[in-house]
C-alpha cells in the first residue's frame, strides 16, 4: 500500500509540475468601467485554466497611446468598438480576434439616496448652488463620449457647461461623486448596481439607450499575444457562459454568443 501511495504522489506531483509548466501569465488593458467583473472573472479563468491575468485599469483612449507605443499589453479588453478596431487598422491587433464582450449601460447617479429622480427629470432642472456634475472625459473615455450625447440630446449641455468636473475616466468619475466632490455624474451602472438590480447607495436614472450610441465594449489580441496561449484563452473564456453570467450579473448587456 505505501509503495502504491508513493506511486500516486510521484504522479500527482508530476501533473501538477506539467500544469505548472504550461501555466502562463498574459498582461491585459481592462477599461476602467469593467474593473468589477474583470475581478472576478480574473480569479474564475486563473482557477480553471492555471493562466494568470495581470490586469491594468484605465482609459480606454490612454490605453490606445499606450500600446501604439510599445506598452506591453497582450489583450485589450475596451470600453467602445472603436478602439480596437483602430488597433486592427493598425496592425497592432488581430482581426478575428475582435468581439463585444459587454454592452456598457449609463447611469446618472449621485451619492446622496433622494438627489437623483428615477426618470432624469433632475438633469433637466437648473443646478443647485454649488453643485457639479462629473462625466469622464469624452476624448479618452467612451462612457465620457455618451454622457456628452445624453446632455446634446437633452437640451441642457448649456444648463451644465460650467458646472462640469472632467475624470481621466470612468473610475475617477465615480470617485468625484462618492466622495461628494460632485452632486451627481455620469457613471457606469456597472460601478452603482447592487445584487438585486438596485442602486447599492445612492439614487440614479438608468439613462434611456436611445438617448446615446451604443457602448459597445470589444476585446482583441493584441499582436504582442499571438504567441502566448494564456492571452488566447482568456479571450475564449471570455466568450463562456461562467464569464458571461458575471458580466451580466454586473449590469452590462449582452452580445450574441
Known amino acids: ?103 456598457g449601460r449609463l447611469v446618472l447617479w449621485s451619492a446622496r439616496a433622494d438627489r437623483v429622480d428615477a426618470q432624469g427629470a433632475t438633469l433637466r432642472a437648473p443646478p443647485r448652488a454649488g453643485e457639479r456634475l462629473a462625466i469622464a472625459n469624452p476624448r479618452l473615455a467612451p462612457y465620457g463620449a455618451a454622457a456628452e450625447q445624453v446632455l446634446e440630446r437633452q437640451g441642457v449641455a448649456a444648463l451644465w457647461r460650467d458646472r462640469r468636473v472632467q475624470g481621466e475616466n470612468i473610475a475617477q468619475t465615480h470617485q468625484f461623486v462618492a466622495s461628494g466632490n460632485a452632486a451627481l455624474g455620469f457613471v457606469a451602472l456597472a460601478q452603482v448596481v447592487a445584487p438585486d438590480g438596485g442602486f447599492a447607495s445612492g439614487s440614479g436614472w438608468r439613462v434611456p439607450e436611445s438617448l446615446h450610441d451604443p457602448i459597445r465594449q470589444d476585446a482583441v489580441l493584441l499582436a504582442r499575444g499571438r504567441a502566448n496561449p494564456a492571452a488566447a484563452a482568456l479571450l475564449q473564456y471570455l466568450r463562456s457562459d461562467a464569464a458571461r453570467r458575471v458580466i451580466a450579473a454586473h449590469g452590462y448587456g449582452l452580445a450574441a454568443p
Open 1 to 103: 500500500m505505501r509503495r502504491i501511495e508513493r506511486r500516486l504522489l510521484i504522479a500527482s506531483a508530476l501533473l501538477a509540475a506539467v500544469a505548472l509548466a504550461r501555466a502562463a501569465e498574459v498582461r491585459v488593458a481592462v477599461a476602467s468601467n469593467f474593473a468589477a467583473p474583470m475581478k472576478a472573472i480574473a480569479a474564475q479563468f486563473e482557477q480553471a485554466t492555471g493562466h494568470h491575468a495581470r490586469v491594468s485599469l484605465g482609459a480606454t483612449g490612454a490605453f490606445y497611446a499606450q500600446i501604439r507605443h510599445g506598452a506591453p499589453f497582450e489583450v485589450l479588453l475596451a470600453a467602445d468598438a472603436a478602439t480596437p478596431a483602430r488597433l486592427v487598422a493598425d496592425g497592432a491587433a488581430d482581426a478575428g480576434s475582435r468581439f463585444t464582450y459587454a454592452v
